[in-house]
T-cell receptor, first 110, second 113 residues
Framework: DGGITQSPKYLFRKEGQNVTLSCEQNLNHDAMYWYRQDPGQGLRLIYYSQIVNDFQKGDIAEGYSVSREKKESFPLTVTSAQKNPTAFYLC?????????FGEGSRLTVL | RKEVEQDPGPFNVPEGATVAFNCTYSNSASQSFFWYRQDCRKEPKLLMSVYSSGNEDGRFTAQLNRASQYISLLIRDSKLSDSATYLCVVPRRAYQAGTALIFGKGTTLSVSS
């Protein structure tokens, strides 16, 4: 089945550690997105990519980094510079219509 | 005006009721709009796309008012299963794959028996 796979589903991290969230899609979509959701809030755009080897900062990119070396993959690194990293992270892809989401990764910083 | 703004609710309605949500947007260049549904602790899923004046799918109707820059979502004959958060999505410019897509904070609907 085609879809988006995010891993890990749950992740705990100590303060000061970097962590990388994986996002893989087999939908052959060019565009991919990373969003962050805090409790009771909507989704806020972190980074997005229109095509391989290209990506743009979203509204809350500080403390995050991404790469887009392959069409299928768009990993997100949460660095120690991100002051409040505990959140629900959602990856999505699209061919220009519907956004398809992964099941999300819940990051908790201890 | 905020880029995308929704009434957070919650909207508490009985089964069978009709309920409407509004979403206002600031960028007059936006052409396409979307309503997503999100269940608690789950990923959002597309409910409806709105490309022109409106769209209808069964009990759900979305309408676009470009002059006043808002999109509405009407749910008729509410079911218990409609309880969820409804997210309004607006592209930051003319929509194509790779355009920044901005989500509202969502409107929470609770349908009771």
């Amino acid at each position: 089945d085609g879809g988006i796979t995010q891993s890990p589903k749950y992740l705990f991290r100590k303060e000061g550690q970097n962590v990388t969230l994986s996002c893989e899609q087999n939908l052959n979509h060019d565009a991919m997105y990373w969003y962050r959701q805090d409790p009771g809030q909507g989704l806020r755009l972190i980074y997005y990519s229109q095509i391989v080897n290209d990506f743009q900062k979203g509204d809350i990119a500080e403390g995050y980094s991404v790469s887009r070396e392959k069409k299928e993959s768009f990993p997100l690194t949460v660095t120690s510079a991100q002051k409040n990293p505990t959140a629900f992270y959602l990856c999505a892809s699209t061919a220009g219509g519907e956004l398809f989401f992964g099941e999300g990764s819940r990051l908790t910083v201890l | 005006r905020k880029e995308v703004e929704q009434d957070p609710g919650p909207f508490n309605v009985p089964e069978g009721a009709t309920v409407a949500f509004n979403c206002t947007y600031s960028n007059s260049a936006s052409q396409s709009f979307f309503w997503y549904r999100q269940d608690c602790r789950k990923e959002p899923k597309l409910l409806m796309s709105v490309y022109s004046s409106g769209n209808e799918d069964g009990r759900f109707t979305a309408q676009l008012n470009r002059a006043s820059q808002y999109i509405s979502l009407l749910i008729r004959d509410s079911k218990l299963s409609d309880s969820a958060t409804y997210l309004c999505v607006v592209p930051r410019r003319a929509y194509q794959a790779g355009t920044a897509l901005i989500f509202g904070k969502g409107t929470t609907l609770s349908v009771s028996s």
